[in-house]
C-alpha cells in the first residue's frame, strides 16, 4: 500500500541522535532531523524506545526480546518483540481511513471516530511469531534465528472484527478476509505484505482490531493507529498499520500465503526440501512452554531454585505442564501460578533443589485442552516455523 516518501525511513539512530529517532517513535515527524539522521549512518544501530532489544535485523525491524523481559507477566512495551517484513510507515492520522471492500453489499470508508463509536473491547493476549525459536532447529531453518523472545503478552483496546464485517454486510462468497497495512517493501518490485484469514477466524469475537496497547495508543512499531489482533494464530495474521480489509472468495495469493507462512502437511524428515503445493498456510500455534528462569548455562547452588516459565497454545487452553530435572527420565507436574486462559499466556514455578553437584537438563513440557503435547525434537520445517519442542536448559550446580 502507498503512502508518502516518510514511510520508508526507518527508526535507526545513533547516539547523539534522540531528538530524531524521538520524533519519529511519537509519530511526530520532524523533517530536517530525520535528514540529518540519514546523512550520519548508524554505526550500531539503537531503537527508540527499544534499547534493550536483541536487534536481530535492522533493515527491515527485527527485535528479539531478551530474557528478562519475560519477568513481566504483562510485557511492557519496551520489551514487546517487533517484527517487520518491509518497511515500516508512520501515519499522519488526519489522513488516514480504513477501507473495507470486496464481497460485502455495503462497502465502508471509516475514520478513527468511527471506529471509536462500535462497543469497546480490553482484553489481554500473547502474540507470537510463528517463526519464533526459529534459531533452535537443526539443521537451521532460513530466516531470523529467534531464540525464546519473539513473544510478548499486551493488555489491548479496540473493537471486534466481527462487528466492523457485519457492518459492511458480507456477500454469500465471503470465505476470506484479506488485510492490507500501509507498509510497503524498499524496493518496489518486491511483494506487498498482505495476508488473508479464513472468514469464521475473521467473525470470531476474539479477532480484534486494536487502537490501544498497554495503556497508550498503539506505538508506530506495533501498527499506528490500528491493526488486526488474531487471538491464537501466529503473528503475522496480525497485520500492521491497517488501512484495507478485503472480504474476498478465495484465500489471498501473494508471496506471503504462497510461499512463506506454509508448513508440510505431512511431517518431512529434517533437511527436507518441500514444495508449496505440499504445504498449507500456517493457521492456530501448536502447545508450547519454555522456561526462562534460570537461564542455559547458568550456575547455581545446591539450595532450592525456583524454576520459572510460561505455556501457552493456539485455539485452545493450557491443561498442564510437566518439568524434569533428570534429562527427561521423570517428569512432575509444575505449579501454575498465574492461569492466563484462552489467548494469554500462563506462568507456572517447579520449587527444586538438587541433590548433588554437577551438571543437569531441565526441561519442561505442556498439554492443552485438545490433547495436543510438545515433542522431544521439533517438527522440522525449511522455514523453521512452529518450534515447539520441549525446551531443554542446561545448569551447573556447584
Ligand atoms: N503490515 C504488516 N503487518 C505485520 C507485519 C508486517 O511486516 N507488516 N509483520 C507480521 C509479523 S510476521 C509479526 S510476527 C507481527 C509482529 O507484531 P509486532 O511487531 O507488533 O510484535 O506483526 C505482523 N504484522
Ligand atoms: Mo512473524
Known amino acids: 500500500m502507498k503512502t508518502d516518501e516518510l514511510s520508508r525511513r526507518s527508526f535507526i539512530k545513533k547516539a547523539g541522535q534522540l531528538g530524531a529517532a524521538l520524533a519519529l517513535s511519537k509519530g511526530i515527524f520532524a523533517k530536517n532531523a530525520t535528514a540529518q539522521a540519514q546523512e550520519k549512518p548508524a554505526e550500531k544501530p539503537v531503537f527508540e524506545g527499544k534499547e534493550k532489544m536483541i536487534v536481530l535485523s535492522s533493515k527491515p525491524i527485527t ?3 531478551p530474557l528478562e523481559g519475560f519477568e513481566h507477566f504483562i510485557t511492557p512495551t519496551e520489551f514487546f518483540f517487533v517484527r517487520n517484513n518491509i518497511g515500516m510507515p508512520v501515519t ?3 489522513k488516514w481511513n480504513l477501507m473495507i471492500n470486496g464481497e460485502v453489499r455495503s462497502p465502508l470508508r471509516l475514520t478513527m471516530n468511527d471506529i471509536r463509536k462500535f462497543e469497546e473491547v480490553e482484553t489481554l493476549v500473547t502474540l507470537e511469531c510463528y517463526g519464533n525459536s526459529r534459531g533452535f532447529f537443526e539443521p537451521k531453518a532460513s530466516g531470523n534465528q529467534w531464540k525464546k523472545g519473539g513473544i510478548g503478552t499486551a493488555r489491548w483496546k479496540g473493537i471486534r472484527l466481527k462487528d466492523v464485517i457485519e457492518k459492511a ?3 454469500d462468497k465471503a470465505k476470506h478476509v484479506v488485510f492490507d497495512g500501509a507498509d510497503e517493501p524498499f524496493v518496489p518490485t518486491a511483494p506487498d505484505f498482505k495476508r488473508s484469514i479464513p472468514i469464521e477466524k475473521a467473525m470470531g469475537p476474539e479477532t480484534l482490531l486494536v487502537y490501544e496497547m498497554n495503556g497508550a495508543p498503539l506505538p508506530v512499531y506495533h501498527g499506528y493507529p490500528l491493526r488486526v489482533l488474531v487471538p491464537g494464530w501466529g503473528g503475522s495474521c496480525s ?7 478485503q472480504v ?9 500465503m504462497v510461499d512463506k507462512y506454509r508448513t508440510p502437511i505431512n511431517p518431512v524428515k529434517p533437511g527436507t526440501k518441500v514444495l508449496p503445493k505440499d504445504m498449507a498456510v500456517l493457521t492456530d500455534l501448536d502447545v508450547r512452554s519454555i522456561i526462562f528462569s534460570p537461564s542455559d548455562g547458568a550456575k547455581i547452588s545446591t539450595e532450592e531454585v525456583l524454576i520459572k516459565g510460561y505455556a501457552w497454545t493456539g485455539d485452545a487452553e493450557i491443561e498442564r505442564v510437566d ?13 501454575i501460578v498465574k492461569k492466563g486462559g484462552r489467548y494469554v499466556w500462563s506462568l507456572w514455578e517447579y520449587k527444586w533443589k538438587a541433590q548433588k553437584q554437577g551438571s543437569y537438563l531441565l526441561m519442561c513440557r505442556a498439554t492443552d485442552s485438545k490433547g495436543r503435547s510438545q515433542p522431544i525434537s521439533a517438527n522440522w520445517n525449511q522455514d523453521g516455523y512452529l518450534y515447539n519442542a520441549v ?5 551447573d550446580v556447584g
Open 323 to 335: 518439568v524434569s530435572t533428570d534429562s527427561g527420565k521423570t517428569w512432575q507436574k509444575a505449579k
Open 169 to 171: 454486510n458480507i456477500t
Open 239 to 245: 497485520v500492521k498499520w491497517l488501512v484495507n480489509i
Open 92 to 94: 499522519d492520522i488526519g
Open 248 to 256: 474476498a472468495e478465495k484465500e489471498f495469493d501473494s508471496l506471503y
Open 391 to 395: 525446551d531443554k536448559v542446561w545448569v
Open 63 to 65: 527485535l528479539e526480546m
